[in-house]
């Protein structure tokens, strides 16, 4: 199934508190359990202003249902084609 990054833009993010994190995980965490198996969120990576996803899901338009459900920002949705690190310069 593919995977892909979600961009989020929300100002102060690197603001929010934990219990606001929380909050906002346990929303995501009930909307995927609705939608069933088929679309996961695997982590996020938040920045002073913007959020970063990593999901997998079967197409963008499963992405895009949680987010109006969930009320979340969608900036900008790319699938991740390839993955490198380190390891791949050997």
Known sequence: MPKYIIEREIPGAGL????????????SCSILNRMGSHIQWLESYVTDDKVYCLYIAPDEAA??????????????????????DPATAE
């Open 16 to 27: 929010l508190t934990q219990q606001d994190l929380q909050v906002i995980s346990q929303k």
């Open 63 to 84: 992405i895009r249902t949680h987010a109006e459900q969930g009320e979340f920002p969608v900036t900008r949705i790319a699938q991740i084609k390839s993955v490198i």
